[in-house]
């Protein structure tokens, strides 16, 4: 008669979830100390603290902070941030505690689109189009 489906595909190591949250996956490993991981986050930290010193350097912000998939990687993402921003910044000295997570973690990025639109809503309520 007919067939049955394939069997899923191994999840391997890094065990079930994996294709559905990378970000949370990456966590996971990291606080269970991979060595690849952590290594992999140490360059992806020096590499946006390399990219966010010419941003230091034009705008002189007050601080900085990291959101969305950035503030659930923190824990392993600011020190190599910091240390970055810290040799590289030339208008001024950089303070470490200058950089650091959103308390809103991923939910930042969307709940600002979400009052963006609301906003725009309230000014002008012909956007909402209606039926």
Known sequence: MGSSPPPPPDPGPAGPGEAGDPVALLAERAGAGHPPTLAA??????ALGLALTSAVDLIDPDGLVLGGTYAEL??????SVRAELADRV????????????SALGRRGPVLGAAQT???????????????
């Open 117 to 131: 639109t609301i906003r725009r809503i309230m000014a002008d309520p012909t956007l909402l189009s209606v039926g």
């Open 90 to 101: 030339t208008v001024r000295p950089w303070a470490p505690e200058a950089l650091r997570s």
């Open 74 to 79: 923190a824990a392993w993402l600011l020190p």
């Open 41 to 46: 986050l140490d360059r992806a930290g020096r």
